[in-house]
């Protein structure tokens, strides 16, 4: 049975690690709805403007992260799509609101500080992500409509247009201004 023993001899990349040191490690601790609300404030004559038209959809998400100690995190996603449809007079009505605050606590250890805000603010909102769809697509769902099924969400993407725009403001702030 000897022969059958698989060995990993290889040496990660960057070296080993040095004795007693540990590589990062992270892992969700707990997930929970903060806060959920949903207003369905014309029905049901939003339920029936509906069955005849398409609603437009707003939605906004916004990741918040706050430092419980040295090795916990709480991440907090919320998330807010309201329904509009145009009535016989092309009058804007509100169909529903829902309003989702879903918050998670993350374990971390020995995770590189340069390191630490991409994974709260990218990895972490990316795990939650498929949870939150879930609870609005309920909530839109036992409100009487069909359910609102949210797109998948790049946080890669809004990070980098977030670091972006806090560079451009950084830039701004440095270049100096001439009055004549």
Known sequence: M??????????PVG???P????????????QYVRD???ENPNAPASLQALAATKPAID??????VRKINDE?????LKITA???YKDNEDKDNVAFVVELSYGSLFGVRNVPEEALKPFLLVQAPTLMFPFARRIVADASRDGGFPPLLLEPISFEGL?????????QAANDSETPTTVN
Do not use: H, M
């Open 2 to 11: 000897a022969e059958n023993e698989i060995t990993n001899d290889q040496t």
């Open 15 to 17: 070296g080993p690690a």
């Open 19 to 30: 004795e007693g040191a540990q590589g990062p490690q992270v892992g969700v601790l707990a």
């Open 36 to 38: 959920l609300s949903f």
């Open 59 to 64: 939605v906004n998400v916004n990741v918040g």
């Open 72 to 76: 916990v995190y709480e991440v907090e």
């Open 82 to 84: 309201k329904a509009t």
């Open 159 to 167: 990070y980098r247009a977030q670091q972006q725009q806090e560079a």
